[in-house]
């Protein structure tokens, strides 16, 4: 049904059957992981079941927004139509236990989640980094009030803090010990031609200009003096390392190796970052290759 309905996967979900099998197990109230081999349902069973499938293909919803939760890993998020569907390749690091790429635990005593969300890497790097103070920001009220919902699931109020706040706008004076973001990085042609699923998302929380780098130039310009020595800035950008580094090539970025491949997160010092200049040279860089000068 899914497949002759030509929809759209790739919001934590990767094709018709695994779509299929987390509705089933919502509408029949299946445990997350578990799915016998064989199942016997009643006839209400299968009507709620189908009845949830027709939905899928009526509305062209993802999955996460007919069941109002999400999944990274083994952690449980509240979500809707406020928020992207979490899907993120920096909550694979946050999950690894000890991952060599990310300041040890007793290494962050503050950390910010920028561009947060449903609030979902705020809450990993909160169970990550259990003695952390952490600052969830997002532009978007819509969305932090989402955020406020999984930060008080999770019971995390006493150590997550969201707020408003334009990137960096409203925490100017706050320094970290790591930042993590997974901004907005939809380049404006893919913008105009996403499958309806994905127009169900907020388009604040995909679109980033031409070139998908309006929100990037502005946490590179600026992450630097937010950040404490030694401190440590991992970014998601989509599968953009070689205009990423074709518009920066000053910058030493480290690509982590994630299930989406070496070209969606990347790693960078403080020392590493750049001036607020350097990125403006950045912005020159990319105009001059769009005149082809």
Known sequence: MFKAANLAFGHGIANARDEAIVLTQHALKLPRHTFPAALKVTAPDATRVLALFERRISERKPAAYLTREAWLGDQKFYVDERVIVPRSYIAELLLEHDHPLLPPPGKVRTALDLCTGSGCLAILLAKRYRKARIDATDISPEALAVT????KRHRLNHRVKYLISNIFSNITRRRYDLIISNPPYVRGAVMRRLPREYRREPALALAAGEDGLDIL????ANAAKHLHPGGVLVVECGHARTLIER????LPFFWVETSGGDDCVFVLTREELPSYQRVLTGIETNR????GT
């Open 247 to 250: 518009t920066w090539p000053q």
């Open 288 to 291: 001059q290759r769009k005149r």
């Open 148 to 151: 406020a919902i999984n930060v």
């Open 217 to 220: 130039r502005v946490i590179l």
